[in-house]
């Protein structure tokens, strides 16, 4: 079948309907030209594990992310960021604060032995198999791609924000030198060529993993066997593949 002609990619036991963007962008990546000729998307299914209570707040990832993806340098566009939660006992709701997105760390700001309970938690586009933002897309531009990420091509996007506002997470943004949408896609230049995302290459505590859900050997799955995993807002049945493990509930 003519790469111009297919509407169609069996992969992960069902049928997936794409767009001509995402045809031709998949079929870009299958015969070497956007990325290395090796990588075979059916094989792979990618998510990710963060660890709360490995998190220390540091901002690595947020200015490694900054740094490999091109994301603009002025305050509050993030691919990812990192949020603190300082939880008082008997309070209604927790403080929760993120400077600059965590870009440079956290200044000190409570009283060690107030009786709190303080942690750090990473955010970045959760992947989604059921993802809202592609729903809503009126040319296609974004897409989910075989291989579970959930991408977007910014020659097609229109920069009408139909998709940043479905997003539940509030984690895509309008790029301001393109106006176009930008957003977390996994380090896809990464890990098609089989590297790690910028991310977790850069974490010094290992709070946050990349993994292939289809690769058996993957440490992954006696992970999520041993850890009680949440995902956020799993009321909504995204089918979000960031895991988390050590997530407090009062974590929005």
Request: proline share 7%; hydrophobic share 30%; net charge negative.
């Amino acid at each position: 079948m003519s790469s111009d002609r297919r509407d169609f990619v069996l992969t992960a036991g069902k049928l997936l309907v794409l767009t001509a963007p995402a045809a031709a962008y998949l079929e870009a990546v299958e015969t070497g030209k956007a990325e290395e000729p090796a990588y075979k998307m059916a094989e792979h299914y990618w998510g990710m594990i963060v660890d709360v209570d490995k998190c220390i707040g540091c901002g690595n990832c947020v200015r490694a992310c900054k740094t490999e993806n091109d994301v603009p340098v002025e305050p509050y566009f993030f691919r990812t960021w990192v949020e603190r939660y300082h939880v008082a006992e008997g309070a209604e709701h927790p403080d929760v604060d993120s400077p600059d997105g965590g870009y440079s760390g956290f200044p000190e700001k409570y009283a060690a032995g107030d009786g709190a309970k303080s942690f750090f938690v990473p955010k970045l586009c959760n992947q989604c198999a059921h993802s809202p933002c592609t729903q809503v897309c009126p040319v296609g531009a974004t897409f989910e791609s075989p291989d579970g990420a959930v991408l977007v091509d910014k020659s097609y996007c229109l920069g009408c924000r139909y998709c940043v506002q479905a997003c539940p997470y509030g984690c895509r943004f309008i790029d301001p030198r393109t106006k176009t949408v930008d957003k977390c896609n996994l380090c896809y230049h990464r890990i098609t060529k089989g590297l790690t995302t910028a991310c977790c290459e850069s974490c010094p505590t290992g709070a946050r993993q990349l993994v292939d859900l289809k690769d058996p050997k993957d440490p992954v799955h006696d992970f999520l066997r041993d850890h009680k995993i949440q995902v956020l807002k799993p009321q909504l049945a995204t089918g979000a593949k960031v895991y988390y493990n050590g997530l407090d509930g009062s974590v929005r």
